[in-house]
């Protein structure tokens, strides 16, 4: 039973440019979970999907970040126009259920240039 | 405030050497996690505990629901142990909670041969 994949590990994108973040849940997971670590900082919560649904996003930025995570496929975070402050390591985790353990992703390193 | 404090931020140590990290929470919660971050690395699941005391090797995490307090316990620390520690919690079951997880800052923890 593979862990939590996300690709790619590591992502460079220019000014302006999109990145496309996926994330593979294990296998017999639903919920979805992305998350947010800064340079020298703690991790944030993002996004909580289930699968066709989001959840919950208050953690999202209101602008150029958007997530989904349908029937069929990956999960994938979206981010528009990356700007530098958007350099951070993305973790994505899955668990089967509601208030059950959460199984973490590699993450990816975004840097934006 | 955050909701869950760490401390300490930083612990350097010796070889063998016992070492106590603790965490403090200030909401309800379902469960409280134990996570190890390696440099540049994923996030591991150490512990998910709602009460008591667990043990895994050289590792226990304790949790005391009434005072809000947990701690992580290594015995016989090693250098492979050195890594960041992270404790988070998983509030209370709401209608859109689901897993998601509110971390702590998080402990370096440096073991030196």
């Known amino acids: 039973n593979a862990g939590v994949m996300q690709n790619p590990r590591h992502l460079v994108r220019r000014r302006g440019q999109e990145a496309r973040l996926r994330c593979s849940p294990m296998?017999?997971?639903?919920?979805v979970y992305w998350y947010r670590q800064l340079p020298e900082e703690g991790l944030k919560f993002m996004v909580y999907?289930?699968?066709?649904?989001?959840?919950?996003e208050s953690g999202m930025p209101k602008e150029r970040f958007s997530a989904e995570f349908p029937k069929e496929g990956p999960s994938i975070l979206r981010i528009q126009q990356v700007v530098r402050g958007d350099s951070a390591a993305y973790f994505c985790?899955?668990?089967?259920?509601?208030?059950?353990?959460?199984?973490f992703g590699q993450g990816t390193r975004l840097t934006v240039v | 405030k955050n909701e869950v404090e760490q401390s300490p931020q930083n612990l350097t140590a010796q070889e063998g050497e016992f070492i106590t990290i603790n965490c403090s929470y200030s909401v309800g919660i379902s469960a409280l996690h134990w996570l190890q971050q390696h440099p540049g690395g994923g996030i591991v699941s150490l512990f998910m505990l709602s009460s008591g005391k667990k043990k895994h090797g050289r590792l226990i995490a304790t949790i005391n629901i009434q005072e809000k307090h947990s701690s992580l316990h290594i015995t016989a620390s090693h250098p492979r142990d050195s890594a960041v520690y992270i404790c988070?919690?998983?509030?209370?079951?709401?209608?859109?909670?689901?897993?998601?997880?509110?971390f702590g800052e998080g402990t370096q923890l440096t073991v030196n041969p």
């Open positions: 296998k017999g997971h639903s919920h």
């Open positions: 999907l289930q699968k066709e649904n989001i959840i919950d």
């Open positions: 988070a919690v998983t509030p209370h079951p709401r209608e859109t909670s689901g897993s998601r997880l509110t």
């Open positions: 985790a899955s668990s089967p259920s509601v208030n059950t353990e959460a199984f």
